[in-house]
């Protein structure tokens, strides 16, 4: 059945490397999240995406991180240069329209040196 | 602005008891409500949803809610609990805003512990 996958699983990393997080969205939908787990915060909304434009990522520390939908298939979420705080669990989720609900990746469990 | 607040952060049952797990919202427009499960080391799982129409909402594995607007309340309930029910669960509000872009809010999320 259609899933969202995500890439890689686990990252564990030095303080200062970039990291790249990849989603592939379900087939079809056009709205995508990326979202933060933390035992502190939460869960916690970084970035959208409709129809692979940018519509919100007010959540997102500007100067590290960054998100892009090269393509329909494909959303990345890129922190450079990664910091221990920045260790969380990183979700993606697509979205098929305004009245459905949001399928989530299995999460990239990040952890930063 | 848009909130969720989930008041008890761990919730226990006993096996075959009923249980509610608690949801209040705050929204400036009609509701759009959500309930999502999360299993240890999975992402979150789409539970049951509110947008318009009959109150009370049929979901999956058993599950049920019911929203309630003049307690501006969308709390999930099962009838009989099972132990593999163990999880975090979490309600979400939807955010529209006045461009017609939305976004999601989260509750901070509710163990439920069923006991053997």
């Known amino acids: 059945d259609a899933r969202v996958t995500q890439t890689p699983r686990d990252k564990v990393t030095e303080m200062g490397q970039e990291v790249t997080m990849r989603c592939q969205p379900i087939?079809?939908?056009?709205?995508v999240f990326w979202y933060r787990q933390t035992m502190m915060q939460g869960l916690e909304l970084l970035a959208y995406?409709?129809?692979?434009?940018?519509?919100?990522d007010s959540g997102m520390p500007k100067d590290r991180f960054s998100a892009e939908m090269p393509d329909a298939t494909l959303a990345t979420l890129k922190i450079q240069p990664s910091e221990p705080r920045d260790s969380a669990v990183y979700f993606c989720?697509?979205?098929?329209?305004?009245?459905?609900?949001?399928?989530f990746g299995p999460g990239t469990r990040l952890t930063v040196l | 602005a848009q909130s969720v607040a989930q008041p008890e952060d761990q919730v226990n049952v006993a096996e075959g008891n009923p249980l509610t797990v608690k949801c209040t919202y705050s929204?400036?427009?009609?509701?759009?409500l959500f309930w999502y499960v999360q299993y240890p080391n999975r992402g979150l799982q789409f539970l049951l949803k509110?947008?318009?129409?009959?109150?009370l909402v049929k979901g999956s594995y058993g599950f049920e809610a019911e929203f309630n607007k003049s307690q501006t309340s969308f709390h999930l309930k099962k009838p009989s609990a099972l132990v593999s029910d163990s999880a975090l669960y979490f309600c979400?509000?939807?955010?529209?805003?006045?461009?017609?872009?939305?976004?999601?809010?989260f509750g901070t999320g509710t163990r439920l512990k069923v006991l053997a």
């Open positions: 989720a697509s979205e098929g329209g305004k009245d459905n609900e949001q399928f």
């Open positions: 087939l079809g939908h056009n709205t």
């Open positions: 995406f409709r129809n692979r434009a940018p519509l919100d």
């Open positions: 929204v400036s427009g009609n509701p759009y």
């Open positions: 509110y947008i318009t129409g009959d109150n």
């Open positions: 979400a509000v939807r955010d529209v805003f006045t461009s017609g872009t939305y976004k999601y809010i």
